[in-house]
C-alpha cells in the first residue's frame, strides 16, 4: 500500500556529487504526498541512522544537520511524489546508506520515531 523507493546512490570521488531521488507510490501517497514532511537520513556501518535533512509539506521550508549544510540540498516535486537531495563536494565521512522517509508529525523532522513510512536505502560510498 505504501512504498517509498529511493534511488541514485553509487561510489564517487570526494569532492563529486550524486542526486538521491525517492519516489512515493500507493495507496496512501496516490493524491495525499503533499501532506506529508519528508527526510533524509543516513545509516554508516556501526553507527546509528542519523538526520541528514527534512522539507515541509509545501516545500517551502528546509532543515538540515549541521554536517551537510552548504552542501546538501533537497527538494520535492509533488506533482512526481518525489523528493530529493543534491549531495555536493562529498566528503568520505558521507559514505552510508542513505533512506527517505515519511512523517505527518509537525517539527522537528531530525528524529526517527517522527516518520511513519521508511524506504529500503540507496548506498552512497565516497572514496577519499
Known amino acids: 500500500q505504501v512504498q517509498l523507493v529511493e534511488s541514485g546512490g553509487g561510489l564517487v570521488q570526494a569532492g563529486g556529487s550524486l542526486r538521491l531521488s525517492c519516489a512515493a507510490s500507493g495507496r496512501t501517497f496516490s493524491s495525499t504526498f503533499s501532506r506529508y514532511a519528508m527526510g533524509w537520513f543516513r545509516q554508516a556501518p556501526g553507527k546509528e541512522r542519523e538526520f541528514v535533512a527534512a522539507?515541509?509539506?509545501?516545500?517551502?521550508?528546509?532543515y538540515y544537520a549541521d554536517s551537510v549544510k552548504g552542501r546538501f540540498t533537497i527538494s520535492r516535486d509533488n506533482a512526481k511524489n518525489t523528493v530529493y537531495l543534491q549531495m555536493n563536494i562529498l566528503k568520505p565521512e558521507d559514505t552510508a546508506v542513505y533512506y527517505c522517509?515519511?512523517?505527518?508529525?509537525?517539527?522537528?523532522?531530525?528524529?526517527?520515531?517522527?516518520?511513519?513510512?521508511w524506504g529500503q536505502g540507496t548506498q552512497v560510498a565516497v572514496s577519499s
Open positions: 522517509a515519511s512523517t505527518l508529525s509537525i517539527v522537528p523532522y531530525t528524529t526517527t520515531p517522527q516518520y511513519d513510512y
Open positions: 522539507i515541509s509539506r509545501s516545500g517551502g521550508s528546509t
